[in-house]
């Protein structure tokens, strides 16, 4: 029978937060542990700080349990557990290297509370040698008698998806260098019933920022794929499915739009041209990649911009999604936020519609009105933008959005409709690629 290990989790994001739900749903018994006091407050009382899907209902049934709890001390996560996961935040700093000062302040933490020996696992996306410069730090950090073995496991988790992905993993990748110290964190993770691969920790550390850097690769591709359409009378659906269809390419990240955001693509290409960089080595295609990413972007608002003899100063657009993919809240590195400074830059009066991310968007678009009724926002616009592809815009009662629009223009930056049955319409409809 499966005997639940007693796990620990520090930091209480998107990673840590549904990682610690997952690990206390088959069997663990997992304390998370968030430095941020109002984040633990609110989930405590049963208010989750991130929009995933089913992860309410697989906290509070674990919590209920005594499977799963939460504290504010790295001490009583580390005091309470035999394994504990690192899931803190590395973000970019502005020379694209990555901000290690939240992992370092973990494992200090983890180092000064530790009585006995622990494996430490590093969750969050590190550079190269991470996992040994966290061992010989805690090593030189830790009491007498304490040992610590670090293990790298890289999360591959999706926002918006990610309790689905948890529980439905590709791969469970595990860089150790004590065997032991793997094996344990292989047997912890095994109830997740994945494919798993074993290798040094150095490998594991760069599969992440190598899976990334593909992925971000594909987008960028298709992206420039869908841009030569434009000018050839081509169509970027068809040449994606066509391609999608061999299996050496296969069809996912093929989708051709106004490019990649969010927390983890932008700040992990960067690492990547940095890290090589650091060894004295020119990564010309992740240069190439971020470029295209950051251009595309900008070709949509040109888009826009040419629709009107270039004068957007009376006009008022509405932005449809703000989120950087649809099924999340998370507008870290969010193309609405570049396009929408953008088109007011221009002079444009911006205003926007999304289902969930309101509250979170106003702090950062203090002068934008923002709503969740997509209907709301285009009543009396100049042109809809689609920006974000949530299932509500896909819905669109399409004879009601072009009654309530001043103008039938629509600027779809995500592909999400047909050009002909838009054209029949009324609609003067821009897609990308098409
Ligand atoms: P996040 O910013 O949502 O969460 C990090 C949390 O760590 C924050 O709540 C912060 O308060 C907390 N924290 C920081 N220092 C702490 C400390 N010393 N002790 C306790 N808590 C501390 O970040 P995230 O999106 O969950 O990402 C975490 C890591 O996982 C990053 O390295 C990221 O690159 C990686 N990752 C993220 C995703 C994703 O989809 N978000 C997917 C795969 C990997």
Redesign the pocket.
């Known amino acids: 029978m499966f005997e639940g290990m007693r796990i620990g989790v520090?930091?209480?994001?998107?990673?840590?937060l549904v990682t610690g739900a997952c690990l206390a749903e088959v069997g663990h018994t997992v304390v998370c542990?968030?430095?941020?006091e109002r984040?633990i407050e609110s989930i405590r009382s049963g208010v989750m700080p991130i929009y995933e899907e089913g992860l309410e209902t697989i906290v509070k049934r674990n919590v209920a349990s005594g499977r799963l709890s939460f504290a504010t001390e790295?001490a009583a996560a580390v005091d309470a557990s035999e394994i504990v996961f690192v899931?803190?935040?590395?973000p970019s700093l502005d020379n694209g290297d990555v901000d290690m000062s939240?992992v370092k302040?973990?494992l200090r933490?983890i180092a000064e509370a530790a009585r006995e020996d622990k494996i430490v696992v590093i969750?969050?996306?590190?550079p190269v040698g991470t996992g040994s410069m966290a061992e010989t730090l805690l090593r030189s950090l830790a009491r007498s008698g304490v040992r610590f073995d670090v293990v790298s496991n890289?999360?591959?988790?999706?926002?918006g998806t990610?309790v689905h992905d948890t529980f439905h993993m590709d791969r469970i990748v595990i860089g150790a260098a004590s065997e032991a110290a793997g094996a344990r964190v292989r047997a912890a993770l095994a109830p997740f019933d994945a494919p798993v691969l074993m290798t040094n920790r150095e490998s594991a550390e760069l599969i992440k920022y190598a899976s990334n850097s593909f992925l971000a690769t594909k987008i960028s591709f298709i992206n420039e794929m869908a841009n030569v359409c434009e000018k050839v009378g081509a169509d970027i659906g068809m040449v994606a499915k066509g391609m999608g269809m061999d299996k050496r390419i296969g069809p996912a990240f093929l989708n051709a739009g106004i490019g990649y955001g969010?927390?983890?693509l932008p700040?992990?290409t960067r690492a990547q041209l940095f890290i090589a960089e650091n060894v004295d080595y020119d990564f010309k295609i992740m240069r190439a990649v971020i470029e295209v990413n950051q251009l595309q972007r900008q070709r949509f608002v040109r888009k826009v911009r040419a629709a009107f003899q270039g004068d957007l100063a009376d006009k008022t657009l509405a932005v449809m999604g703000l989120s950087f993919k649809p099924n999340t809240d998370d507008l870290r590195d969010a193309p609405s936020l570049d396009i929408i400074a953008m088109l007011r830059q221009y002079g444009a009066s911006v205003r926007a519609y999304d289902p969930i991310c309101g509250p979170k968007a106003a702090a950062l678009l203090p002068d934008v009105p923002i709503t969740d009724d997509p209907y709301e926002a285009l009543e009396g616009a100049d042109a809809m933008l689609i920006v974000t592809e949530w299932a509500q815009v896909k819905s669109l009662d399409l004879d009601r959005a072009k009654e309530a629009l001043r103008r039938p223009y629509v600027f779809d930056g995500r592909n999400v409709f047909d050009p002909e049955q838009m054209r029949a319409h009324g609609f003067y409809y821009s897609a990308v690629g098409k």
């Open positions: 520090l930091g209480t994001g998107y990673v840590g542990v968030d430095r941020d984040k790295t899931a803190v935040g590395t939240q302040t973990a933490h969750k969050s996306t590190v890289p999360e591959f988790l999706r926002e990610a969010g927390f983890c700040k992990d």
